[in-house]
Nanobody
Framework: QVQLVESGGGLVQTGDSLRLSCAAS????????MGWFRQPPGQEREFVAG????????????YYADSAKGRFTISRDNAANTVGLQMNDLKPEDTAVYYC?????????????????WGKGTRVTVSS
């Protein structure tokens, strides 16, 4: 059974940091690009960050939405079947349910519908 299980969310204040983690099982993790998405209250799900199969050691290994660039860092550990998202300098606009997802094809992550597998999400609330 394919599973993606997010953890690390919580209630924080503006300027704080959080590290999210996603544990994967039931598929060949190293064959998939991984991404983080978020869904703010009342809004559609949007792309946050993505990472290539080999991680950030390769060319064009990581990619970010403009809202995340410079503040968030995505990483993966293929030996542990995990993907992380380090979030620094959090803002109220970052409040959302955060999801990790996997994609086998080379299609863009800009469209969440291209993703093959999804976790159930972890909630991040940033108070002002």
């Amino acid at each position: 059974q394919v599973q993606l299980v997010e953890s690390g969310g919580g209630l924080v204040q503006t300027g704080d940091s959080l590290r999210l983690s996603c544990a994967a099982s039931g598929f060949t993790f190293s064959n998939y690009r991984m991404g983080w998405f978020r869904q703010p209250p009342g809004q559609e799900r949007e792309f946050v960050a993505g990472i290539s199969r080999g991680g950030n050691r390769g060319a064009s290994g990581t990619y970010y939405a403009d809202s995340a660039k410079g503040r968030f860092t995505i990483s993966r550990d293929n030996a542990a079947n995990t993907v992380g998202l380090q979030m620094n300098d959090l803002k109220p606009e970052d409040t959302a349910v955060y999801y990790c997802a996997a994609i086998l094809s080379a299609n863009t992550m800009s469209n969440p519908h291209n993703m093959d597998y999804w976790g159930k999400g972890t909630r991040v609330t940033v108070s002002s």
